[in-house]
């Protein structure tokens, strides 16, 4: 089992431009979340998908947007990027079995937005 | 609101010691999860408790629901132990789905 992957690692846009960003669920994980964490902050929570339908919603303008697919596999997008959306953005996933609902984290995106 | 506040958000120990980080939450937050985070790298989850203690090597945490207050030991800490500690909790919502708040982090640094 590979854990939580993230793509890419690092990126680097300009203001104004648009991001992706992607994730790959743990095997057997339904549930995906994205956080942002800028530096010397604790990780935001921007949102969560289960079933390809957004659930819950963070504190984050329309400008962030997600989508989740059939295999579970998520992505996060970011139009007109600001300088202050230069973060680490980390994905989570979980099942959404409440009793197990210990969330797994992958390596994140460090985007720079100059 | 829910929150979640650490305790110190810098500490600096010497190899050897025994190292406490703390963690206060409020009401709405259930359990909570002790997360490690390297230089630049992604979160490592420590634990996840709802009572009692957790074990694991040289990591110890504890959790007193009534107090909402939990703490992470590290005995015999190491240079390799320098990391961010983060305390995070789960709110759930009507919809049965959950976000984690996360606490600030500590920033541990470990001295040889």
């Known amino acids: 089992d590979a854990g939580v992957t993230q793509s890419p690692t690092h990126l680097i846009k300009t203001r104004g431009q648009q991001v992706t960003l992607r994730c790959s669920p743990k095997s057997g994980h339904d549930t995906v979340s994205w956080y942002q964490q800028a530096l010397g902050q604790g990780p935001q929570f921007i949102f969560q998908?289960?079933?390809?339908?957004?659930?819950q919603r963070g504190n984050f303008p329309d400008r962030f947007s997600g989508h989740q697919f059939p295999n579970y596999s998520s992505e996060l997008n970011v139009n007109a990027l600001l300088l202050g959306d230069s973060a680490l953005y980390l994905c989570?996933?979980?099942?959404?079995?409440?009793?197990?609902?210990?969330?797994?984290f992958g390596p994140g995106t460090r985007l720079t937005v100059t | 609101k829910n929150e979640v506040e650490q305790s110190p958000q810098n500490l600096t120990a010497q190899e050897g010691e025994f190292i406490t980080i703390n963690c206060s939450y409020s009401?709405?937050?259930?359990?909570l999860h002790w997360l490690q985070q390297h230089p630049g790298g992604g979160i490592v989850s420590l634990f996840m408790?709802?009572?009692g203690k957790k074990k694991h090597g040289r990591l110890i945490a504890t959790i007193n629901i009534q107090e909402k207050h939990s703490s992470l030991h590290i005995t015999a800490s190491h240079p390799r132990d320098s990391a961010v500690y983060i305390c995070a909790g789960p709110t759930y919502s009507g919809a049965g789905s959950y976000q984690l708040t996360f606490g600030k982090g500590t920033k541990l640094s470990v001295i040889p």
């Open positions: 998908y289960y079933e390809e339908e957004e659930r």
């Open positions: 009401v709405g937050i259930s359990a």
């Open positions: 408790l709802s009572s």
């Open positions: 989570a996933s979980s099942s959404l079995d409440r009793d197990t609902n210990e969330q797994y």
